[in-house]
């Protein structure tokens, strides 16, 4: 039975509750959490997608889906899912997703603030989401859930920088569902609540106390707070009163609500630095703080101290930390004089606290205080923990700013304030104790009617705190009474005074008492104010228990209250101040009498005339009772009494309007509703406001006209009430009489509106004050009339106002008021009134806009309603109102924008931004009203036109508003829902107009602005952010194409569309929409792409027509590329898409093919191909601009760009702004002499010339000589600065000319004296030679610029293979390092990876006659040997048919690869490509003829140096004559000899008879050199050395009786190294020439292909056996760091045939930290495979290196290991050695290490101090490196188990110091330069530094020459500059030269433009074929 999948119908939406693998066939993936959306199941299993990724679709079980609720929208196969759950919850649950995302990206970013704050919010959103999901919250608590939810998803958005979320009542919003308008209503309205927190008039304080720190305190204390108005001089609040115990900590710490207080209702004016909080703190015991305990045993209420803070520092606080809560420590003052305690405060504030004590000096008062804003209802909300763990409220004094109807109060507030009592016949002063009472009529005591402060019960009686010794108390202690209502009437205050004893007993002895009643009979209660009581004298047993025998006693000095009782004599009075706060009391007599006006009705007219003076409060308290009591009266007699109580009721309404009452209007709508009876009063104020309105017109005073029409909302509101409890109560009677008096009356209203003020604006102002209060009177008309017939009144009403206004004051803004509420009323809301006020509305409108007034108002008006007409054309009304508002607005609205938008911005905040406003509000209205048009408006609208030329000026006009329109700035950066909508109104519109665009202007009737505005737009439309879905997130992604689809890809279809109608008419487009088209293309949108590209066949084509070629466009083309991909824009896949020939979208072929199609093809595919490379670079570039730090890439990349502008564009200004991002680039990688060599670019393009040039880059307008003279300087500080100071002389003397032919001595002088310092930093200042590498970039994920080929770099100082090798890999990382030198094979070119190969290479100098001038001083050689070089080898030592075991040189050839570049280094950049790659192959016998050639040029110089002591110590020629002398006698040059000399090889090789007649004189030559080297070093050894130079000898004869040398020939006879006259040569500059600057850098040069040579030779005298001892001494292989610590020395040893073999051939022991392949074993022996490193190959002579004397002390105790020897006492075994790994593997340090006991290790001495030699640039080896000779030896990764071993060192560590430059030289003897090549050992061999034929010469030539004066080579800064062919001036001989009186003085060498242009004709084709002249640059006529 086969089942099929069925479509689901109810099952559609569901969330995954277990992870699936789908590991089944179709499965799909799911993980916890996920949505799926269901399409069909079967048997237990779903088919479906999950909704993130809804491209991909599988089946998943069904048991693992919760299925939920939902509508399914377009059912079919494109049906969209919508959750039914509450909308919150949907975008709860999508953010959360969302944030979980970005959420993990804050912790990969390092931001841990955010992440942590996040992740709490989600959690809370998460458990608030748990709740609403439960439902069981109320109502009320789920409306706030929801807000919280909001709230927090809003801070959570804005903090990642997602969307704004249009929200109505917590709910997301359809913009569809919306209007335009209310769409950015609610947007601002959010945007507003963040950005805007509203300011708050309400402020509340909260306070906790938390201890009071002072030494012994030990009694209990009472501590009062109260906020003081310190201008005023009186308490603002009341008391807060919080228990101490006698430690100063709460007395009651479990109650929290008795430790914290809010003080509530502090209004704005409460908040200010002169409010203070002050603390008052009384004490409990004894009178005096220091009796002793048997004194008296009474309890005291005492002062003890005082506190003050300013509200000032509080608000400070809050600013500066933004804290929950902050501590406060306050100081506390002692009172040392209680009299002035009640003023204690006061003289704090008033820094009068000099006479006050500390209670001591590290005591205070602990409180924490906050200061919270909002009403009460919103603290409670946001902090409801202070309400639940409980707080005591401490209300203001009196009533807060704004009185809200149900507060209830009835507070009384007596302050006991002072006493004046007598002795009593007492020696001192009474202790005063007033205990207080409040009695009810009946004696009784009302209990707890007495409140010392919040936190603490009231009590029953209260005794006062007592002063000492004092008949005169001030206590101004505030006390608040709580009396019921009801028990007010006949209470009264009774004070009882007690005298307190102080001795033992403590008696308190009443003495008296005053009271005082608290109602009047006539219901007034106590007036507010100070009251003098009456004290009565009485004896302690006095009896109070009937108080009406003392009540009848007068208990008040002076008339109060109408007593007129004579006041008795008394001495004794007592002072209280009282202040009523109550809702249900009053102290008004006049409001008293009003309300009973009844009792008194002949004193009515006067109670009505008093009433407007009773205060307002008064009222609003008894406001019902008040109405009563005035439509009372009005029932009583309306003809005597209607126009007063009229006016009393204007009176009360206006009160109303008052800010402080406002809040009671609820109050008077409740009685209008429920309890207002006057059905007859409609009629009476009818009457009265006609009355009022005709009278307005004549009267000369309008103040109270004003009054009555500003109160006239709420006199209708009593109208209308009035008469529909009249037509309630007759069933209807006199309708139309009522009907006829509203007419009346309005017919009054339109002729006082139509009456326009002559020479006065009084009536106009009346006008106005009825128009801002007219439209609230709507509402109540349409209560009893009809909608028609009220929008017919209202019209007529709004239509009498005259549109003509006097100057002087203008109705226009309160008109424009009136319509906006007009349109905000209900009546507009009716579509029937609608349509009828409509018009008018509309009139008044257009009116303003076109005079651009009041445009906030206006909008305002649009916007509300835009809100009312919906969009919906099935309704005849709607579309009639749209008609209406197209024809009225469009195009005044467009107007509107544009001018608004071309206004200079306002300078204020507040005007920026209510124009920020209104812009938005306009253009929300603009797209509402488009929104709103359909087909058959826009018809309309296109047919309206009188002409085109209308036509076309609304169009130019509303494409440019749309431009407007889509402007980043025109709204928020999250506002992309406002975006959106923009952008689906604009397109809509465009597609419209795009057809009346091609009906109206096309062929004859063309229009160039209307078409060229239309592209534009177009193509800015296309190019704006927030259409960039490619950087949304899928989910944003799916939204956006869900609901609108790619917006981008429908214009540019319209584009393709409307540019195929152009035809002939595209020529005008061309060049100019090259650039935004091209912009379009960089969009990464394949279907926008497909369509654009064609087009720029079609420009190609149309201006192949007209001109033949397409220059415009190719120039236009690349312009515009290097911009916008400079700015980000295109990808490697539009490059391809530019170039592909695959098919594109829709019938169109790709770009090429067409171009391939067309008779232009070849021009057209070059340009394809000329922008494909551009695009390639421009890539690059971009890529490697994103890493911050400057390295290779960036440079390499800028070059090749730079190049490709010159070169193959010739883009004259692109390639000189590329020329200065190089230069920054080098300059911020302190590259100076590159970047001087890029600036030199730039100069050379220009001309000492006047001409002038324009402002360019960072150059200002000047003329081209001042430009090219900045240039000039700069470089040579940048020369100077990278120490080519060669460079800069040339430089400094082409300025120099230029000074001097405008006669510039000043400047003349200074660039002479700059010269002449560059020859001084040459002589004196050591400069290091850089390290050159080979490095190839394969495989096909390197960069364009670097793919598959291979480059020479320019290491930087003290960089070696391993430093350099380690920085490739870092700026590549994810590259393989390749462990061959052979060259990569097709698949590693075409491998979709990173394949470096690096090796070093030696660079080969032009410059030959300069390095082979001996005259010439290290310092000027080292420059030529490194500089302006081109050709740079390697060699790689292989051996050539059989090898010969007894003599492997027969057969060792090397193969030799130069390597030219296309420019000579150093240049504009650190590397460049390898142009031509030569290989050569050398044979054994030239190999041993340019061996012996280094070694005596190198043994000449020692000597020479020697001689003329520019050595420091004799040690560097002592241990090249012992290495060469050594290993000759133990057979070295017999090698050769044996090998070279024999009669086979002569007969087998006769064309090697000249190189073996070379041989044979150059091994003549060095025995004749060594026996003159002897005779200098025995002059100059020291004695100690003696015992050594004696071997020396002894082993020189030897070595010439072995040689078969008895005597030289004749022609030898001269010093080998030139003598003149006889004696050796010295240099005229010993000082510079003490110590070659080879012999003293760090980084020396070799021959890639040796090995550094050890032995170490003791310092002590040997013996004539020492050769011998010293051959057998093995060394240890070191590190390449140790290697080079250790210093070379000069072979000792013999030549062995079986005793040397390459490192380069036993292994090549690669190691990769990149993780590169192994090689296969049959690579490891074979000849290709060699070590990278060509200073490891053992295919050069090792020759002894010259060392300075710090590293011939170490080197003189260790003996050669690795030499070949032939001593019969070594073993077999013993002569084997142990492979080497490849020394630039990048396990650096871990080569191979001789196993050498510490026993058989010698200790060097230490190095003796060299001497201070200021001339030498010599250093000391350690200077150079720190580290030397610290480093411990490592152990040998493969060791042979053999007791001689083989070092191992890096070919970095160590190069020959030797002047003699670089040479291919074959291991083996010192002395003859042959080397032996085996499989089992390796032999060390150093490297000479120079390749230079020398030949043997006679004296009379050698003195010839050395009369004739050297031709100095003057150095290069050119890059074109190559051969140097042409004739040279003579550079300075040295000073010790002599130099014949008749010879010229020196001459300058030549300027840099001379090298340029002339040169020599005898240059060989080499030099031709190496010199690459730069192209003729054009000169640059404006940069």
């Excluded at 812009?919 to 359909?934: P, Y």
Aim: with cysteine; hydrophobic share 35%.
């Amino acid at each position: 039975m086969s089942t099929m999948w069925i479509p689901t119908d109810n099952e559609k939406y569901g969330v995954v509750i277990s992870g699936f693998r789908g590991t089944v066939p179709y499965g799909l993936p799911l993980e916890v959490g996920d949505t799926v959306q269901i399409l069909e199941k079967c048997d237990g299993w779903y088919r479906g997608f999950v909704l993130k990724s809804p491209s991909i679709k599988g089946i998943f079980p069904a048991t693992y889906i919760h299925l939920k609720n939902a509508n399914v929208k377009n059912k079919g196969q494109f049906e969209t899912i919508i959750p039914t759950e509450d909308s919150v919850i949907t975008e709860m649950t999508g953010t959360l997703r969302e944030w979980g995302i970005m959420w993990k990206q804050l912790y990969v970013k390092n931001e841990g603030d955010l992440f942590h704050r996040l992740w709490h919010v989600m959690n809370e959103l998460l458990d608030l989401r748990r709740q609403v999901l439960v439902g069981h919250l109320t109502h009320d608590r789920m409306k706030d859930v929801k807000r919280h939810i909001t709230a927090r998803l809003d801070w959570g958005n804005e903090q990642m920088g997602l969307d704004l979320v249009p929200r109505k009542e917590f709910s997301m919003v359809d913009p569809d569902e919306i209007s335009v308008t209310e769409l950015y209503k609610l947007m601002e309205h959010r945007h507003r609540k963040k950005d805007t927190p509203i300011p708050t008039s309400t402020h509340h304080l909260f306070l906790q106390m938390k201890s009071l720190m002072c030494a012994n305190l030990g009694e209990e204390l009472e501590v009062f707070f109260s906020i003081y108005d310190s201008r005023e001089n009186h308490p603002v609040s009341e008391r807060f009163f919080v228990k101490l115990n006698k430690n100063g900590l709460p007395k009651f710490p479990e109650r929290m609500e008795r430790q914290c207080t809010l003080f509530v209702d502090l209004g704005s004016s409460d908040i200010r630095k002169d409010i203070y909080i002050t603390v008052h703190i009384i004490r409990l015991g004894r009178m005096a703080a220091g009796e002793k305990k048997n004194t008296c045993n009474a309890q005291y209420r005492r002062p003890f101290g005082c506190a003050v803070l300013s509200i000032a520092d509080l608000l400070q606080t809050e600013r500066d930390s933004r804290d929950s809560k902050e501590d406060h420590m306050l100081k506390v003052y002692m009172c040392n004089t209680e009299s002035e305690w009640y003023q204690i405060h006061e003289n704090i504030i008033k820094k009068l606290n000099a006479r006050y004590n500390l209670t001591s000096s590290n005591a205070g008062l602990s409180v924490a205080l906050q200061l919270l804003h909002g009403d009460i209802d919103q603290i409670r909300r946001e902090y409801p923990v202070l309400f639940t763990r409980g707080v005591a409220i401490t209300r203001k004094l009196g009533f807060s700013d704004i009185i809200m109807p149900g507060d209830i109060r009835n507070d009384l507030y007596v302050t006991l304030e002072r006493g004046e009592f007598e002795k009593g016949g007492k020696s001192v002063a009474r202790n005063v104790d007033v205990t207080m009472y409040v009695l009810d009529s009946e004696g009784q005591i009302l209990k707890d009617c007495i409140s010392l402060g919040s936190g603490e019960i009231p009590v029953s009686e209260h005794h006062s705190f007592v002063l000492y010794h004092n008949n005169s108390p001030r206590w101004a202690e505030l006390l608040k009474l709580p009396i019921p209502v009801d028990k007010f009437r006949g209470a009264h205050i009774r004070l009882e005074f007690r005298h307190c004893s102080t001795k033992e007993k403590g008696e308190k002895k009443l003495f008296g008492f005053s009271f005082v009643p608290l109602m009047q009979e006539d219901g007034r209660t106590l007036p507010d104010g100070i009251h003098e009581l009456l004290v009565h004298k009485c004896e302690e047993n006095t009896n109070f228990q009937d108080p009406a025998r003392y009540l009848k006693l007068q208990y008040c000095k002076g008339n109060l209250h109408g007593n007129s009782q004579p006041v008795k004599a008394s001495k004794e009075s007592f002072w209280i101040s009282s202040f009523l706060c109550s809702t249900k009391l009053t102290q008004n007599g006049d409001l008293l009498d009003f309300l009973k006006w009844r009792a008194h009705p002949e004193r009515i007219c006067d109670i009505l005339s008093k009433f407007k003076d009773i205060d307002g409060a008064e009222i609003v308290k008894f406001l019902q009772d008040t109405l009563d009591a005035l439509f009372g009266i009005l029932d009583e007699n309306p003809q005597k009494y209607g126009l007063k109580v009229f006016d009393s009721l204007v009176h009360i309404i206006n009160l109303l309007q008052d800010i402080k009452f406002q809040h009671f209007k609820p109050v008077m709508d409740t009685y209008i509703e429920s309890h207002f009876a006057g059905a007859l009063a409609y009629r009476d104020l009818i009457k009265v406001l006609k009355r009022y309105i005709d009278r307005s017109i004549e009267a000369e005073r309008q103040e109270h006209i004003q009054d009555v029409l500003r109160a006239q909302e709420y006199i209708f509101k009593y109208i209308i009430h009035s008469r529909s409890l009249y037509t309630l109560a007759t069933g209807g009677q006199n309708e139309e009489e009522f009907r006829s008096s509203i007419y009346e009356l309005f017919q009054s209203v339109r002729y006082f509106l139509s009456i326009e003020s002559q020479g006065s604006s009084i009536i106009t102002q009346t006008q106005a004050v009825f128009l801002s209060s007219f439209p609230a009177v709507y509402s109540e008309l349409l209560k009893l009339i009809d909608v028609r017939e009220v929008a017919n009144l209202v019209r007529d009403t709004l239509r009498s106002m005259p549109d003509v206004l006097h100057v002087e004051y203008s109705l226009e803004a309160v008109k424009l008021q009136c319509i906006a509420k007009t349109v905000e009323s209900q009546l507009f809301i009716n579509p029937d009134s609608r349509c009828i006020l409509l018009p008018v509305v509309l009139h008044h409108l257009h009116m303003h806009l076109q005079d651009q007034k009041d445009l906030i108002m206006c909008a305002r008006i649009l916007s509300t309603m835009f809100c009312l007409i919906k969009k919906d054309s099935s309704e005849i009304t709607a579309s009639e109102e749209v008609d209406m508002l197209v024809d009225s607005l469009l195009g005044v609205l467009l107007r509107t924008i544009l001018e608004i938008s071309n206004r200079s911005q306002p300078s204020g905040p507040t005007i920026r931004l209510q124009f920020q406003d209104v812009t938005g509000e306009f253009v929300a209205c603009l797209l509402a009203l488009l929104r709103q048009m359909t087909d058959k408006h826009y018809q309309q609208l296109l047919e309206s036109f009188a002409s085109k030329d209308d036509l076309r000026d609304f169009l130019l006009q509303i494409f440019t508003v749309f431009k407007i329109l889509i402007r980043p700035e025109m709204f928020p950066k999250d506002w992309t829902i406002m975006r959106l909508v923009t952008n689906n109104v604009i397109i809509t519109t465009i597609l419209y107009l795009s057809d009346a665009l091609r009906k109206n202007f096309l062929n004859e009737s063309f229009d160039f602005k209307v078409w060229e505005s239309y592209f534009y737009l177009a193509v800015i439309f296309i190019n704006q952010p927030c259409l960039q879905l490619e950087m949304f997130s899928p989910s944003k992604r799916k939204k956006v194409l869900e609901k609108y689809g790619d917006m981008r890809v429908m214009m540019g279809c319209e584009i393709f569309s409307m540019w195929q109608n152009l035809g002939e008419h595209k020529l005008q487009f061309i060049p100019g929409l090259i650039g935004p088209f091209l912009e379009v293309t960089l969009v990464p949108q394949a279907d926008l792409r497909n369509v654009m590209i064609p087009i720029f066949h079609d420009m190609m084509d149309w201006e192949q027509r007209r001109t033949g070629n397409f220059k415009q466009v190719e120039a236009k083309l690349i312009d515009k590329l290097d911009s916008l991909m400079s700015e980000g824009k295109g990808d490697e896949t539009y490059r391809e898409l530019f170039n592909s020939i695959i098919p594109l979208f829709g019938p169109y072929p790709s770009l090429l093919k067409k171009i391939e199609r067309e008779t232009w093809r070849e021009s057209g595919i070059s340009l394809v191909a000329t922008v494909t490379r551009l695009m390639e670079r421009l890539l690059d570039y971009r890529d490697c601009m994103k890493v911050t730090e400057v390295d290779g890439k960036k440079i390499g990349c800028t070059v090749s760009l730079l190049n490709f502008y010159k070169t193959e564009i010739n883009k004259e200004e692109m390639y000189i702004r590329y020329i200065h991002k190089l230069y920054d680039l080098h300059l911020k990688a302190q590259n100076f002499t590159e970047a001087a060599y890029t600036l030199l670019l730039y100069d050379e393009l220009l001309e000492w010339s006047e001409r002038p040039l324009r402002e360019f880059l960072h150059y200002p307008m000047q003329t081209e000589w001042q430009r090219k003279e900045i240039l000039h300087l700069t470089i040579i500080q940048n020369f100077d600065k990278g120490k080519c100071w060669e460079n800069g002389i040339i430089l400094c003397r082409e300025l120099a000319d230029q000074y001097e032919t405008f006669y510039d001595y000043r400047n003349l002088s200074k660039m002479r004296m700059m010269e002449a310092a560059f020859y001084d930093k040459i002589m004196d200042q050591q400069r290091l030679e850089p390290e050159f590498f080979r490095v190839g970039f394969y495989g096909k994920k390197f960069p364009f610029f670097l793919r598959n080929k291979e480059f020479v770099c320019r290491g930087h100082d003290y960089e070696r293979l391993e430093a350099f090798q380690q920085r490739m890999l870092n700026e590549f990382p994810h590259a393989i390092a390749m462990q061959h030198a052979n060259q990569p094979e097709e698949t590693i070119f075409q491998a979709d990876a990173q394949y470096l190969q690096i090796y070093a290479v030696i660079p080969i100098p032009d410059n030959h006659e300069i390095l082979q001038k001996e005259a010439i001083p290290d310092h000027i050689k080292s420059f030529y040997r490194v500089n302006n070089i081109w050709r740079f080898r390697y060699d790689r030592p292989f051996h050539k048919g059989i090898k010969d075991k007894e003599n492997e040189f027969k057969s060792l050839w090397v193969e030799r690869t130069t390597l030219t570049l296309v420019q000579s280094l150093p240049g504009i950049s650190r590397w460049f490509e390898v142009d031509r790659r030569e290989v050569v192959e050398m044979s054994p016998l030239e190999n041993a003829i340019e061996v012996l050639e280094n070694k005596n040029q190198q043994l000449r110089t020692l000597i020479t140096q020697c001689q003329s002591r520019q050595m420091q110590n004799i040690n560097p020629l002592t241990m090249c004559l012992n290495g060469v002398i050594d290993a000759a006698v133990n057979g070295g040059l017999a090698r050769y000899q044996e090998a070279f000399f024999v009669k086979d090889y002569i007969l087998n090789h006769p064309e090697d008879g000249d190189k073996i007649s070379r041989l044979r004189e150059l091994m003549f030559e060095q025995a004749h050199i060594l026996e003159y080297g002897l005779a200098v070093h025995e002059k100059f050894v020291p004695q100690d050395m003696r015992p050594l130079h004696k071997k020396l000898v002894d082993q020189f004869f030897v070595m010439k009786s072995r040689l078969g040398i008895q005597d030289f020939p004749g022609y030898a006879r001269v010093s080998p190294i030139h003598l003149t006259n006889g004696s050796p040569r010295t240099c005229r500059n010993p000082t510079l020439g003490a110590v070659s600057p080879d012999g003293a850098r760090l980084v020396n040069r070799r021959s890639p292909l040796s090995y550094p040579a050890f032995n170490r030779y003791s310092s002590s005298s040997l013996s004539s056996q020492a050769s011998a001892e010293v051959s057998n001494i093995t060394g240890q292989s070191e590190s390449s760091d140790e290697v080079f610590q250790m210093q070379a020395s000069p072979s000792t040893s013999s030549l062995s045939s079986t005793h040397s073999a390459s490192p380069n051939v036993t292994s090549s022991a690669p190691s990769s930290a990149r993780g590169s392949p192994l090689l296969s074993d049959k690579h490891k022996h074979s000849r290709e495979n060699t070590c990278l490193s060509p200073r490891e190959r053992p295919c050069s002579a090792i020759y002894p290196i010259s060392m300075e004397p710090a590293q011939q002390t170490l080197t003189q105790q260790i003996g050669d290991p690795c030499m070949p020897r032939s001593d019969p006492n070594l073993s077999a075994p013993e002569k084997v050695m142990n492979p080497t790994p490849s020394s630039w593997s990048l396990d650096s340090g871990k080569e191979a290490r001789n196993c050498v006991p510490d026993s058989a290790r010698l200790v060097s001495p230490p190095v003796p101090p060299r001497p201070p030699h200021t001339g030498s640039p010599a250093k000391t080896y350690r200077a150079f490196s720190p580290q030397a000779f610290e480093t411990p030896p490592a152990h040998p990764r493969s060791p042979h188990k053999s007791s001689v071993q083989s070092l191992t060192p890096s070919p970095t560590d160590y190069q020959s110091l030797g002047p003699v430059y670089n040479s291919p030289v074959l291991s083996g003897s010192s002395s003859s330069g042959i080397s032996s090549l085996s499989r089992g050992s390796v032999t060390e061999t150093t490297l000479t530094d120079g390749t230079i034929t020398c030949t043997l010469i006679g004296s009379e030539e050698l003195i010839k020459r050395e009369n004739e004066t050297f031709a100095c080579m003057p150095p290069r800064y050119n890059l074109s500059e190559h051969g140097t062919g042409t004739s040279r001036r003579r550079a300075p001989l040295p000073h010790s030269l002599s130099v014949p009186p008749n010879a010229e003085p020196p001459a300058l060498p030549p300027k840099p433009h001379v090298l340029r242009v002339h040169r020599s004709e005898g240059e060989n084709r080499m030099d031709e074929i190496l010199v690459r002249p730069r192209s003729q640059p054009r000169k640059v006529s404006q940069l």
